[in-house]
Structure formats: C-alpha cells, structure tokens
C-alpha cells in the first residue's frame, strides 16, 4: 500500500537549519510530483513547496524562497526538504503529500507528519 | 495568489443532519478544487477532486458542487465519524492555496 513516512524534525534555534525526509513505498515514485505541506499548532494547512517528476521543476511558497529548498532522490525513493534561516513562525508539523497523479496539485497520501520546533 | 475563504469557520450539528461547507475563491479556479478531512492529530485525508469528483472508498454521503469562484462540500446525512476540520484546497495556480478551514462539531 502507498506509505510516505516524514523524519527528520526536532528543535533548532532561529537561524538554524533542518532537513526533513520523506520516505516513500507502494507507488511509482518517480511517476509522481510530491509535496510538502505545513500545520502551525492549533491553525490551518499551509502549501510549502512542490517538486516535479524529475525535479527539475520547483515551486515554493514566497514565505520559504530562498531559505527552504525541495529535491527528490527517484534512485532511493525519497523526497527532502533542506530549511535554512529558520524562523520562530516556521514551527509547525511538515507533511509529505504525494500527488494524485504525475502533476495534479492535489494530494491523495499523506504521512503521518514531523514536528519543526523554532525556538531559543 | 489565489484567497480561500471558508464559511462557517464552525459548524455544530447532530448526527444525521445534511450539513453545506462553503468556499469561495478570490478569483475563477475553474473545478480546480479538492476538499480534504482532518482529525485531531491526523494528517488530512483526500475526500473530492475536481470540484464534485469522489474519491475511490469514500463514502457517497460526501458530494461537491461548484465551479468558477464558489464550491460547496455536502454531507448528507452525518455520521459519528464524520465529526473532523474540512479544508478546501485550489490547485488552479501553481501557487496552491488552502482554506481556513471548518470545523464541524457535534452539537
């Protein structure tokens, strides 16, 4: 069955850096477009950045470009995040999201999600 | 960008009611428009696509309609479980945008 299975999350100071992985098994990796998608706690669902099937191909939210950076590894079936310059409202639980289809924009799987902690 | 607004922001209703979810966007999204259900501590689950298309094993008590700037979620007749946060989301632009989001209460 599809799975995708985020890691990587834990506590940084502001001006830090993380880098989230995102597992994935039960599909095609390669053949899809992924995603990683935010919850700040207590609030709503955040669009973070997409990746395309080769990964040439980036889209970010304007609150992370330039300090947040998607890639893909199609050979090891996984998905990253690297963040930089993290920020206190950078806090949040970061889920991988798989797309519907090759690029769809919307997300059939998600995981189970890794908390981000930005603080001092 | 595209806006997403939701209304209501809370919505508290009982088992077996038919309940309407509204999401209107800032500008024409076509059907570009999925909804999705969340509960507490969960990640969100993929409910409609396309505005009104249901995804495969969920159940037919959830319908969408809309097209153009203005959607709507249904759920016929609610059940126990149905009880979660919905959240619309536009693909439309390649900067993808969500809802508020609902939450839906039992009343």
């Known amino acids: 069955q599809v799975q995708v299975v985020e890691s990587g999350g834990g506590g940084v100071q502001p001006g830090g850096s993380l880098r989230l992985s995102c597992a994935a098994s039960g599909f095609i990796f390669s053949s899809y477009a992924m995603h990683w998608v935010r919850q700040a706690p207590g609030k709503g669902l955040e669009w973070v950045a997409t990746?395309?099937?080769?990964?040439?191909?980036?889209y970010y939210a304007d609150f992370v470009k330039g300090r947040f950076t998607i890639s893909r590894d199609n050979s090891k079936n996984t998905l990253y995040l690297q963040m930089n310059s993290l920020r206190a409202e950078d806090t949040a639980v970061y889920y991988c999201?798989?797309?519907?289809?090759?690029?769809?924009?919307?997300?059939?799987?998600w995981g189970q999600g890794t908390l981000v902690t930005v603080s001092s | 960008d595209i806006q997403m607004t939701q209304s209501p922001s809370t919505l508290s209703a009982s088992v077996g009611d038919r309940v309407t979810i509204t999401c209107r966007a800032s500008q024409s999204i076509n059907n570009w428009l999925a909804w999705y259900q969340q509960k507490p501590g969960k990640a969100p689950k993929l409910l409609i696509h396309?505005?009104?298309s249901l995804k495969s094993g969920v159940p037919s008590r959830f319908s969408g309609s809309g097209s153009g700037s203005e959607f709507t979620l249904t759920i016929s007749s609610l059940q126990p479980d149905d009880f979660a946060t919905y959240y619309c989301?536009?693909?439309?632009?390649?900067?993808?945008?969500f809802g508020q989001g609902t939450k839906l209460e039992i009343k």
């Open positions: 989301q536009q693909y439309h632009s390649y900067s993808l945008s």
């Open positions: 396309e505005a009104s």
């Open positions: 990746i395309r099937i080769d990964g040439t191909n980036k």
């Open positions: 999201a798989k797309d519907h289809n090759i690029w769809t924009n919307y997300f059939d799987y």
